[in-house]
């Protein structure tokens, strides 16, 4: 399983890009862009190179936590896995694309597409002295007519941009991609009751178009919960001393939540469920929140089933369960 934690050589990169920068005007210029973000819009406000390097160092941790967990799950189902080349869709500082290059060996070719100017700069800076993400292409347009001239590529990422276009445009940007994809599209979005509606959408759409779900749901069929509930799944990172001083944060670590669906051409091999929130371990049993090809289920594991009880107190929030017991 790959490290939530920023490579090493994107760490070294950041820290250079840092090198003379007033930290307290970084935290400022990150909280504006916070507030924007927060408030419904996008990286519009983004236009300078300092707004660019803040916008990185308070997001950069915690997106590539997300999107190195989702890649995780997607791999530990399909462990043969071994795409070629990423097409990194509203790439923004690259982050994707670092967490694809570490998840995944394979990747040779890297193609990133975003609208912004700022951050597309910051992402080739970030990447310029990399052994594997120095000849990576970043063409910068909107995403529609970007995807339309771009090449296809054995894996698309999108993270955490479908939320920046219109509700009209989000089916249609979802068909380009997955057309673009020639085997697996991962998308990953906040984990908030918007963003699981907009992966729920997506969803649905590809696979009326012969997508089939790798993870994180077990089945292809239709998503058993109901609102007010809704499938996020949470990830743990470190925080370094600028993240904190960024952020204005005193925890030496973040949780992140997020939501994510990665969609094959191929349907994969079924297993049995996907734990839907932390298991609650009591005296007598433990009790288990499972999405299941057969729909919602909550376990409840008895402690005189030894065998079965020791193996549901290994599991975590976000897991795939193989087997049972």
């Not at 193609?111 to 970043?138: I, K, P």
């Not at 433990?286 to 549901?312: F, H, M, N, Q, W």
Request: with cysteine.
């Amino acid at each position: 399983m790959t490290s939530p934690d920023l490579p090493t050589e994107l760490k070294i990169a950041l820290n250079a890009k840092l090198q003379g920068v007033s930290r307290n005007e970084a935290a400022g210029r990150a909280a504006l862009i916070s507030q924007t973000y927060r408030g419904g819009g996008n990286s519009v406000t983004i236009r300078s190179e300092a707004d660019a390097l803040a916008y990185a160092l308070a997001r950069m941790p915690a997106t590539y936590a997300a999107v190195t967990a989702s890649l995780n799950a997607l791999c530990e189902i399909r462990p043969d896995f071994a795409p070629a080349s990423l097409l990194d869709v509203g790439a923004g500082p690259g982050t994707a694309t670092w967490a694809a290059a570490e998840a995944l060996p394979s990747l040779k070719r890297f193609a990133l597409l975003d609208a912004n100017s700022a951050l597309r700069e910051l992402a080739l800076d970030l990447g310029r002295d990399s052994a594997r993400l120095g000849n990576m292409t970043y063409e910068r347009g909107e995403a529609r007519a970007a995807l339309a001239n771009a090449e296809a590529a054995d894996l698309v990422v999108a993270s955490y941009m479908i939320g920046e276009t219109g509700e009209a445009e989000q089916s249609t940007l979802a068909e380009l991609m997955w057309a673009k994809a020639r085997d697996t599209l991962l998308v990953v979005e906040p984990g908030t009751p918007a963003g699981y509606a907009r992966i729920i959408a997506l969803r649905k759409w590809l696979i009326a178009l012969g997508a089939h779900v790798v993870a994180p749901c077990p089945h292809d069929g239709r998503c058993p919960l109901q609102p007010p509930d809704w499938c996020h799944f949470t990830q743990r990172l470190p925080r370094s001393r600028a993240h904190k001083q960024i952020k204005g944060a005193e925890l030496p670590f973040e949780d992140e939540k997020f939501s994510y669906v990665a969609l094959t051409r191929a349907p994969v091999a079924p297993y049995s469920a996907r734990v839907l929130a932390q298991p609650a371990v009591g005296k007598v049993e433990i009790s288990a929140k499972l999405c299941t090809p057969e729909g919602l289920v909550v376990t409840k594991v008895p402690r005189r089933a030894k065998a079965d009880y020791a193996r549901a107190r290994r599991w975590r929030w976000g897991d795939a369960i193989t087997d049972q017991g």
